[in-house]
């Protein structure tokens, strides 16, 4: 007769510890929801990334790029703005790593000049884009667009010194171009903030 009687006690202690379990999960459930109501923002819906986008230079790539960081999901039009920055940023870091390589490596003596001037083009890109970061910051949405255009310059201009002979074996104005269009995505970012 003891053993039911222990049998129905950890029934009803495991079902006090199920329905304990579950209030837990949607207290913490509501209190998530409250928090992120109380912020103003539930993140970007994804209508709005696809507009931001349409206005980029490459709208595919765009997505592909904002959607590939986490952060994303839960981010507003300001933390889109600096997610866009980071990831130009780390694009024209790799560049300008890659291109400094090339220094060393090349061969031809007007090569080597246009890779010397792409690492100082790139550099002076990272520079502009670590100004981004501070108009973010700083809720300075028109320094934002002035500095996403000065930080285009490093990558056209690199890209240009490529434009006639010698041929460029590392294909380095693809990497220039890939990067113009990551920071185009800041600006499309930087006019729906000005707005």
């Known amino acids: 007769m003891h053993i039911p009687f ?5 029934r009803k202690r495991k079902t006090k510890m199920g329905s304990s379990s579950i209030q837990l999960s949607s207290m913490l459930m509501v209190h998530l929801l409250v928090l992120l109501n109380v912020n103003g923002s539930l993140g970007i819906a994804s209508t709005e990334l696809q ?4 206005t980029t230079q490459d709208p595919g790539l765009c997505v592909l790029a904002l959607n590939s960081d986490p952060r994303t999901a839960a981010a507003d039009l300001k933390d889109l703005a600096q997610i866009s920055i980071d990831l130009s940023k780390a694009n024209a870091t790799d560049t300008a790593t890659f291109v400094a390589s090339l220094v060393g490596q090349a061969t031809d003596p007007e090569l ?12 002076s890109c990272i520079g502009s884009l670590d100004n981004c970061t501070k108009a973010v910051s ?50 499309a970012i930087a006019k729906r903030l000005i707005r």
């Open 112 to 123: 080597k000049l246009r890779y010397q001037s792409c690492a100082t083009d790139f550099n």
């Open 51 to 54: 507009e931001i986008c349409s």
């Open 6 to 10: 222990q049998r129905n006690s950890n």
């Open 138 to 187: 700083s809720g300075d949405f028109s320094g934002l667009q002035s500095q996403s255009s000065a930080s285009l310059d490093g990558p056209v201009s690199c890209r240009d010194s490529f434009q006639g002979p010698p041929d460029d074996p590392a294909h380095v104005s693809d990497k220039c171009q890939i990067t113009e269009r990551l920071i185009s995505i800041i600006s």
